[in-house]
């Protein structure tokens, strides 16, 4: 199979880096210093399994040299979605399965809306990982698992691709899954990035610091149980004691990591706040479900956002 990272980023780079150092068909679409340090030195991945390096080669910021594919994985920001899924055109062909790897829960309908062939699937990467340095991707924790699947109303057409793709990504060791219902899973992941992220960036705590204080690791839960409403009104099904269960992991595991959100605040770059808590805020409103915790956050980092987004 031929893949396609869209978005080089922590996420993509690690998943297809993967794939590449096992001899799959692999091209990564990036830009700018990170894009020439790969061009130059090849990809550097940094993992808690091992350092290992994808040669230069198969990385270019013009999907038209690439040709078209069996699988992209779509990994861009969430408020890329739109240029990104436009650029998507030379690579497509209808066989082609979109899997989109981003923060947000609204990123497939609009990519779907946009590209002019293939299949758009929900998809939910369970990893920290992020670019340390231009060409250089460090994996700092989480299963490092990938969930897809096909959105509501998808053609059953796409299912052997799919199964292909599972074994694919099982056979290179990424922890993988195909589920019936990628919906609940992706709303199940906003339910933790979103509050965790938020408090990350808002703290500037590591979620380990967050959840070895009493009134934090509450405010967290809070945080998280907002999210857990508005979900469960839009028809999701969300494990019963869901947060309970994702706070005693974090209070278990002592987790030292800081949220993409937090990254990107410190490293003064455009965040994807309207995607995590600035969403939930919207659909509470919709829905008439209270969410305070997360319209504090949203109105508290919007401005970061709104002051590098201009400067970009």
């Not at 990385?59 to 920001?77: Q, S, W, Y």
């Not at 929900?122 to 231009?134: D, Q, R």
């Not at 992706?186 to 705590?205: H, P, Q």
Request: hydrophobic share 40%; with cysteine.
């Amino acid at each position: 199979m031929k893949f396609v990272i869209v978005g080089a980023g922590g996420v993509g780079a690690f998943f297809g880096g993967k794939l590449a150092a096992r001899g799959k068909d692999v091209w990564f679409v990036a830009r700018g210093k990170h894009l020439a340090a790969m061009r130059a030195n090849g990809l550097c991945v940094n993992s808690s399994e091992g350092q290992f390096t994808v040669p230069p080669g198969r990385m270019t910021d013009n999907p038209a040299e690439i040709g078209p594919v069996d699988v992209a994985l779509f990994c861009v920001k969430s408020y890329d979605t739109h240029s990104a899924a436009q650029q998507l055109a030379p690579i497509l062909a209808e066989r082609t399965i979109v899997i989109s790897l981003q923060n947000g829960v609204d990123n497939e309908a609009e990519i779907q809306k946009i590209i002019p062939a293939g299949t758009v699937y929900g998809g939910a990467a369970y990893i920290y990982s992020t670019v340390t340095a231009p060409g250089v991707i460090t994996e700092t924790g989480g299963p490092k698992k990938i969930i897809f699947g096909a959105m509501p109303g998808a053609s059953d057409g796409t299912r052997e691709t799919a199964r292909r793709i599972l074994d694919t990504l099982i056979e290179v060791g990424i922890k993988a899954e195909l589920t019936d219902d990628i919906c609940s899973a992706l709303w199940s992941k906003f339910i933790l990035i979103t509050s965790v992220g938020g408090l990350t960036a808002l703290t500037r705590l590591t979620v380990g610091e967050i959840v070895a204080v009493d009134q934090t690791r509450a405010l967290l839960a809070d945080a998280m149980r907002e999210v857990e409403g508005v979900a469960k009104a839009r028809g999701m099904n969300i494990e019963t004691g869901y947060v309970d269960r994702v706070v005693r992991t974090l209070r278990r595991l002592g987790n030292s990591n800081h949220s993409s959100l937090y990254y990107d605040l410190i490293r003064e770059k455009p965040m994807e706040i309207e995607a995590l808590s600035g969403a939930v805020v919207k659909y509470g409103q919709a829905l008439g479900i209270p969410t305070p915790i997360h319209r504090t956050i949203y109105g508290a980092l919007l401005p970061y956002h709104l002051k590098h987004l201009t400067k970009r």
